[in-house]
């Protein structure tokens, strides 16, 4: 009795305690709101558990006060309390430090416990976070060692990218894009940003050894998104948003201008403040009209718009175990802050994956876009013809009167010729740049693994590009100035292919030998045509660029073809002993058509060690530390990025007079030189990966040094022998660097709190070698022993000549209120032998990019700053709006006059057309700060998303460059000191946008 009665006890325990236990569910996601599928989800000290779907959601049954524990490969391990909730927003941050991680490098993929070389990556959360129109953009301040510079806010403008440095003075600086295995020739301008999974950035020897004569100035590795094995998923991505011009330039005003004027006549004596009539002798009616009524005509509200940019994504993914499938389409359109100036993609891309059979497998990347972009120049060798405004509109004089009383456009605001009104220039049709472009580019692969571990694959990588550039100036354009419209188009098909064959053998020996070896053999072929037709006297404007054969003038006529090939043969070792040492051998042997007979081919090794030291028995029983590894590396890297034919005799058209009569023939332009070779770069690196505390503390470090041997440059000839130069191999150059990376999790608390840190710093020192004179200065082309490649070479100013140093300055033949430079050798005179100097470079000292990151339940807030500090620039834009004549507008500085004795900028004054030594006025500092982008969103809940028809919803603002901190923007009116070069009235101003977004799946 006593026994049932227990078991009675105990089977009623029982009942009562499934009775507490209670259905939950949720959702899994990473720190980058994306869901989690295949995680583990169990409950703490039980053996019950699930296991998240496609889209990150699970449910399960759980008692009281029950503590869920969530893992997944690539995420930290947490622990989650339930309480008395049903459903579940679980959110892991992702583990910089596990080691198992895969890392995308040339030709497959590594552990990248395993890794040897030093790569960056840039992650489709970090893209997704910034609305950009250009790929490149995205590695802005998210790469260390990559410098990426983006002039002015015109949209569909590329940017400048270069990775550790310049190394070539006339041979190209950029590096080599990849994207999914097929190096490009046409660049990822033309990609959709969202399609983009992952950007690996290679930058020394041993990673870029092994694209050979083409890794010298880095690789970029882009990998685009693919489908995935279960549930079909459909997905919306989607902003719109305005752009604001960040602050207009601040250009003298109606009365400023007025001022301005009468004191450059003041200077030479031909404006007295005694004479009643001074004004009416000075200014014409119209000027003495905006005088008498206090007019300011702001020309710039004329060109500046409110633009708009917006972005619509639908996107299918999904498959099964033998199909997989990613189908994307996309339309992105900005409308820049300058009225005509704009850019419209229309993009389509097909990733298809499928298994014929257990060891046959295809699969093909498809990418399709068509553009059309307003204002930008053309690709037409040269360049050029782009259409901005904003020059004329910032010298057009305030005082004048753009419409008349009726509101028709006045086309001359006053009587000089040479400034037409600025809003004539955006009347609809007047002027006409437009870019259309059509590229279709394919990734074609076919995997045959012929035994276990051994595997074949053919890649094929067609890429077709069309461009047609179309140029229109309307009769009442500052260009024509009421004469006749004139028009040109340029016209580039091109057409690439690159054909692998590639080998692979992986093989594990005893468990504790990893052995992989990789042998290509490449050929890749370039075809590109150009054509260009140039007309004046077109009859009717409404023709614009569209029937130029009925033009009373052809101005000009070109057509032109380039084409090269480039064979290549690489064979690369990965050997890994018990995952603690590590070996890579690189060797690839390149050939192209671009270099002299005698010198076709060149051959580029590398060898690469790494020490993972946490692995080591000493260190394992440290539990704060997850990664320790040391690497270095060693290699030998080309660069072919010459123009091709540059080895051969070139002939050019000329003319000559046949008796009496003109004639064209032909002359010798350019001599040959068969011996030319590759440009070579020997890199040397140094890298320690760390990860500490289970994650919150991660980060990577790298020393290097990358001397450039064999430059391409013209070495002078005497004129006696026909030519001017030769292009020959000379010249060193030298690149040394500090990469600091660094990711931390600041806090992450039980209550779901996190903020997360990602810090990048750049630290770069280039500087020329040897010139074709061994080591002296070429002054003419102001190139420097221990400088680097672009210095600044200049007089310095030092102030301005003041009222009680009249003597001193008439000894240097000066006159108070001019520049006054700085006396080099004290001679007491000013001479270009010995008073030019180093002014500095627009290389900057470092370069610098953070990004923080918070989350609270369903909330997400980031906000990313980017700094380049102690460059020099060069503002071209002083030059052209700093005159100081009294004709044209000028920018509001602050100058010189006997009652305000400034040292800032010199005197106005009408005899000349510019200051004397004004040269020295357009150097400042490049230092910047942007507030790159400030990001705030929510995740709505399951139940909210369930009751929308969606399985996830997420909603954004966002502010795109809200802030800059500059002085050459604060103090020195300038537009954006963010250049690769100099500043011109070319650029478009900086701009802010304000953006609202949603991320949907269904």
């Given at each position: 009795?006593?026994?049932?009665?227990?078991?009675?006890?105990?089977?009623?325990?029982?009942?009562?305690?499934?009775?507490?236990?209670?259905?939950?569910?949720?959702?899994?996601?990473?720190?980058?709101?994306?869901?989690?599928?295949?995680?583990?989800?169990?409950?703490?000290?039980?053996?019950?558990?699930?296991?998240?779907?496609?889209?990150?959601?699970?449910?399960?049954?759980?008692?009281?006060?029950?503590?869920?524990?969530?893992?997944?490969?690539?995420?930290?391990?947490?622990?989650?309390?339930?309480?008395?909730?049903?459903?579940?927003?679980?959110?892991?941050?992702?583990?910089?430090?596990?080691?198992?991680?895969?890392?995308?490098?040339?030709?497959?993929?590594?552990?990248?416990?395993?890794?040897?070389?030093?790569?960056?990556?840039?992650?489709?959360?970090?893209?997704?976070?910034?609305?950009?129109?250009?790929?490149?953009?995205?590695?802005?301040?998210?790469?260390?060692?990559?410098?990426?510079?983006?002039?002015?806010?015109?949209?569909?403008?590329?940017?400048?990218?270069?990775?550790?440095?310049?190394?070539?003075?006339?041979?190209?600086?950029?590096?080599?894009?990849?994207?999914?295995?097929?190096?490009?020739?046409?660049?990822?301008?033309?990609?959709?940003?969202?399609?983009?999974?992952?950007?690996?950035?290679?930058?020394?020897?041993?990673?870029?050894?092994?694209?050979?004569?083409?890794?010298?100035?880095?690789?970029?590795?882009?990998?685009?998104?693919?489908?995935?094995?279960?549930?079909?998923?459909?997905?919306?991505?989607?902003?719109?948003?305005?752009?604001?011009?960040?602050?207009?330039?601040?250009?003298?005003?109606?009365?400023?201008?007025?001022?301005?004027?009468?004191?450059?006549?003041?200077?030479?004596?031909?404006?007295?403040?005694?004479?009643?009539?001074?004004?009416?002798?000075?200014?014409?009616?119209?000027?003495?009209?905006?005088?008498?009524?206090?007019?300011?005509?702001?020309?710039?509200?004329?060109?500046?718009?409110?633009?708009?940019?917006?972005?619509?994504?639908?996107g299918v993914q999904g498959g099964s175990e033998k199909t997989q499938f990613a189908i994307s389409g996309n339309f992105f359109q900005d409308k820049g802050i300058i009225k005509t100036q704009d850019f419209t993609r229309y993009s389509f891309r097909v990733n298809l994956d499928h298994q014929i059979t257990k060891r046959i497998k295809v699969g093909t990347s498809t990418f399709a876009v068509y553009s059309v972009g307003n204002g930008n120049d053309t690709f037409y060798p040269g360049g050029g013809n782009g259409f901005n405004p904003l020059g004329l509109t910032l010298r057009e004089n305030p005082l004048g009167k753009p419409y008349d009383d009726n509101g028709n456009l006045i086309f001359l605001p006053t009587s000089d010729g040479l400034q037409s009104n600025p809003a004539a220039e955006v009347v609809p049709g007047a002027n006409i740049a437009e870019t259309k472009t059509i590229r279709i580019f394919n990734s074609l692969y076919g995997e045959w693994n012929i035994v276990d571990g051994l595997k074949y694959r053919l890649n094929f990588g067609p890429d077709f590009t069309n461009r047609r550039f179309g140029r229109f100036w309307g009769t009442f354009t500052n260009d024509r100035r009421g004469g006749d419209p004139r028009g040109m188009t340029d016209y580039s098909q091109g057409f690439n292919y690159t054909l692998e064959n590639i080998l692979t053998?992986?093989?594990?020996?005893?468990?504790?030998?990893?052995?992989?070896?990789?042998?290509?053999?490449?050929?890749?072929?370039?075809?590109?045509?150009?054509?260009?037709?140039?007309?004046?006297?077109?009859?009717?404007?409404?023709?614009?660029?569209?029937?130029?054969?009925?033009?009373?003038?052809?101005?000009?006529?070109?057509?032109?073809?380039?084409?090269?090939?480039?064979?290549?043969?690489?064979?690369?070792?990965?050997?890994?002993?018990?995952?603690?040492?590590?070996?890579?051998?690189?060797?690839?042997?390149?050939?192209?058509?671009?270099?002299?007979?005698?010198?076709?081919?060149?051959?580029?090794?590398?060898?690469?060690?790494?020490?993972?030291?946490?692995?080591?028995?000493?260190?394992?029983?440290?539990?704060?530390?997850?990664?320790?590894?040391?690497?270095?590396?060693?290699?030998?890297?080309?660069?072919?990025?010459?123009?091709?034919?540059?080895?051969?005799?070139?002939?050019?058209?000329?003319?000559?007079?046949?008796?009496?009569?003109?004639?064209?023939?032909?002359?010798?332009?350019?001599?040959?030189?068969?011996?030319?070779?590759?440009?070579?770069?020997?890199?040397?690196?140094?890298?320690?990966?760390?990860?500490?505390?289970?994650?919150?503390?991660?980060?990577?470090?790298?020393?290097?040094?990358?001397?450039?041997?064999?430059?391409?440059?013209?070495?002078?000839?005497?004129f006696t022998s026909g030519y001017g130069s030769v292009l020959r191999n000379v010249g060193k150059t030298r690149n040394q660097g500090l990469e600091i990376t660094l990711s931390t999790i600041n806090i992450d608390a039980a209550n779901g709190f996190r903020w997360s840190t990602d810090l990048q710093f750049t630290k770069n020192k280039e500087q020329i070698r040897e010139l074709f004179n061994g080591k002296v200065d070429d002054i003419g082309n102001a190139r420097f022993i221990g400088q680097p490649i672009t210095a600044i070479y200049d007089y310095k100013k030092v102030g301005i000549w003041q009222t009680d140093e009249q003597e001193l300055a008439k000894k240097y033949g000066q006159n108070v209120g001019e520049v006054k430079l700085l006396d080099v050798n004290n001679d007491g005179k000013i001479d270009a032998d010995h008073d030019r100097m180093i002014i500095g470079s627009q290389i900057p000292k470092f370069t610098a990019g953070m990004t923080n990151r918070f989350s609270f339940k369903g909330l997400d807030l980031s906000f990313f700053l980017y700094a380049r500090v102690g460059s020099t620039i060069t503002s071209a834009f002083h030059q052209t709006f700093n005159t100081l004549a009294g004709r044209y507008n000028n920018l509001n500085i602050n100058y010189w006059t006997p009652n305000n004795p400034t040292n800032d900028f010199p005197r106005p004054n009408q005899n000349q057309e510019s200051p004397i030594y004004s040269s020295t006025l357009r150097y400042f500092s490049g230092t910047f700060l942007k507030v790159r982008n400030i990001n705030l969103g929510y995740n709505f809940t399951e139940g909210i998303a369930k009751k929308l028809g969606m399985s996830s919803l997420r909603a954004y603002i966002a502010a795109q460059q809200p802030f800059i901190f500059s002085e050459y923007r604060s103090k020195y009116k300038g537009i954006d000191n963010e250049t690769v070069d100099s500043v011109t009235e070319s650029q478009t101003p900086s701009a802010r946008q304000f953006i609202f977004g949603i991320n949907a799946k269904f």
């Amino acid at each position: 009795m006593k026994n049932l009665l227990l078991s009675l006890f105990l089977l009623g325990l029982g009942w009562n305690v499934f009775a507490q236990d209670r259905p939950i569910s949720g959702r899994v996601t990473g720190d980058d709101t994306q869901p989690i599928p295949g995680a583990s989800v169990s409950v703490k000290g039980t053996t019950r558990g699930a296991v998240t779907n496609a889209e990150g959601r699970f449910t399960l049954s759980v008692p009281e006060n029950a503590t869920l524990v969530v893992s997944s490969v690539g995420y930290l391990t947490r622990e989650f309390p339930v309480g008395n909730q049903n459903s579940l927003e679980l959110v892991i941050p992702s583990s910089s430090a596990e080691l198992s991680e895969v890392v995308v490098v040339g030709y497959g993929t590594q552990k990248k416990s395993q890794l040897t070389g030093a790569i960056s990556s840039v992650s489709s959360k970090e893209i997704a976070e910034l609305p950009i129109t250009n790929a490149r953009q995205a590695l802005q301040g998210r790469a260390a060692g990559v410098d990426v510079v983006q002039s002015g806010s015109r949209p569909g403008a590329g940017v400048t990218v270069r990775i550790r440095g310049r190394r070539s003075i006339n041979a190209s600086n950029d590096p080599l894009y990849v994207v999914d295995g097929i190096p490009l020739a046409g660049g990822i301008d033309d990609l959709n940003p969202n399609d983009i999974q992952s950007m690996e950035v290679l930058k020394d020897a041993s990673a870029t050894a092994i694209y050979g004569s083409r890794g010298a100035n880095g690789v970029v590795i882009v990998t685009t998104r693919r489908g995935t094995t279960g549930k079909t998923i459909v997905s919306y991505d989607g902003y719109y948003g305005i752009s604001q011009v960040l602050g207009k330039i601040d250009v003298m005003n109606g009365a400023e201008f007025a001022e301005y004027k009468r004191e450059s006549r003041r200077a030479v004596g031909r404006y007295s403040d005694s004479d009643p009539a001074a004004d009416s002798k000075l200014f014409e009616a119209v000027e003495l009209d905006g005088i008498a009524n206090n007019r300011t005509t702001d020309y710039q509200s004329y060109i500046f718009r409110t633009g708009q940019i917006q972005s619509h994504q639908l996107g299918v993914q999904g498959g099964s175990e033998k199909t997989q499938f990613a189908i994307s389409g996309n339309f992105f359109q900005d409308k820049g802050i300058i009225k005509t100036q704009d850019f419209t993609r229309y993009s389509f891309r097909v990733n298809l994956d499928h298994q014929i059979t257990k060891r046959i497998k295809v699969g093909t990347s498809t990418f399709a876009v068509y553009s059309v972009g307003n204002g930008n120049d053309t690709f037409y060798p040269g360049g050029g013809n782009g259409f901005n405004p904003l020059g004329l509109t910032l010298r057009e004089n305030p005082l004048g009167k753009p419409y008349d009383d009726n509101g028709n456009l006045i086309f001359l605001p006053t009587s000089d010729g040479l400034q037409s009104n600025p809003a004539a220039e955006v009347v609809p049709g007047a002027n006409i740049a437009e870019t259309k472009t059509i590229r279709i580019f394919n990734s074609l692969y076919g995997e045959w693994n012929i035994v276990d571990g051994l595997k074949y694959r053919l890649n094929f990588g067609p890429d077709f590009t069309n461009r047609r550039f179309g140029r229109f100036w309307g009769t009442f354009t500052n260009d024509r100035r009421g004469g006749d419209p004139r028009g040109m188009t340029d016209y580039s098909q091109g057409f690439n292919y690159t054909l692998e064959n590639i080998l692979t053998y992986q093989k594990q020996f005893r468990e504790v030998h990893d052995l992989n070896i990789t042998a290509l053999h490449s050929i890749q072929r370039d075809n590109y045509e150009t054509a260009r037709i140039n007309v004046n006297g077109i009859p009717a404007s409404t023709q614009e660029f569209y029937s130029l054969g009925q033009a009373s003038t052809i101005a000009g006529v070109g057509t032109g073809l380039t084409q090269w090939t480039l064979q290549s043969f690489m064979t690369r070792v990965n050997y890994s002993y018990n995952d603690r040492y590590l070996l890579t051998l690189t060797g690839r042997y390149d050939g192209s058509s671009r270099f002299g007979k005698n010198n076709k081919y060149g051959f580029f090794p590398s060898l690469a060690l790494g020490w993972n030291m946490s692995n080591e028995a000493f260190l394992k029983g440290v539990s704060w530390l997850d990664q320790l590894k040391l690497r270095g590396s060693w290699g030998s890297i080309g660069n072919t990025a010459i123009d091709p034919y540059q080895t051969q005799t070139l002939l050019s058209r000329t003319v000559y007079a046949w008796n009496t009569i003109g004639a064209y023939g032909y002359r010798p332009n350019v001599i040959g030189n068969p011996n030319l070779r590759w440009e070579t770069t020997t890199t040397a690196n140094v890298g320690l990966d760390y990860s500490f505390f289970r994650g919150r503390l991660a980060g990577s470090i790298e020393v290097y040094q990358a001397d450039t041997k064999d430059l391409l440059l013209s070495d002078q000839l005497p004129f006696t022998s026909g030519y001017g130069s030769v292009l020959r191999n000379v010249g060193k150059t030298r690149n040394q660097g500090l990469e600091i990376t660094l990711s931390t999790i600041n806090i992450d608390a039980a209550n779901g709190f996190r903020w997360s840190t990602d810090l990048q710093f750049t630290k770069n020192k280039e500087q020329i070698r040897e010139l074709f004179n061994g080591k002296v200065d070429d002054i003419g082309n102001a190139r420097f022993i221990g400088q680097p490649i672009t210095a600044i070479y200049d007089y310095k100013k030092v102030g301005i000549w003041q009222t009680d140093e009249q003597e001193l300055a008439k000894k240097y033949g000066q006159n108070v209120g001019e520049v006054k430079l700085l006396d080099v050798n004290n001679d007491g005179k000013i001479d270009a032998d010995h008073d030019r100097m180093i002014i500095g470079s627009q290389i900057p000292k470092f370069t610098a990019g953070m990004t923080n990151r918070f989350s609270f339940k369903g909330l997400d807030l980031s906000f990313f700053l980017y700094a380049r500090v102690g460059s020099t620039i060069t503002s071209a834009f002083h030059q052209t709006f700093n005159t100081l004549a009294g004709r044209y507008n000028n920018l509001n500085i602050n100058y010189w006059t006997p009652n305000n004795p400034t040292n800032d900028f010199p005197r106005p004054n009408q005899n000349q057309e510019s200051p004397i030594y004004s040269s020295t006025l357009r150097y400042f500092s490049g230092t910047f700060l942007k507030v790159r982008n400030i990001n705030l969103g929510y995740n709505f809940t399951e139940g909210i998303a369930k009751k929308l028809g969606m399985s996830s919803l997420r909603a954004y603002i966002a502010a795109q460059q809200p802030f800059i901190f500059s002085e050459y923007r604060s103090k020195y009116k300038g537009i954006d000191n963010e250049t690769v070069d100099s500043v011109t009235e070319s650029q478009t101003p900086s701009a802010r946008q304000f953006i609202f977004g949603i991320n949907a799946k269904f």
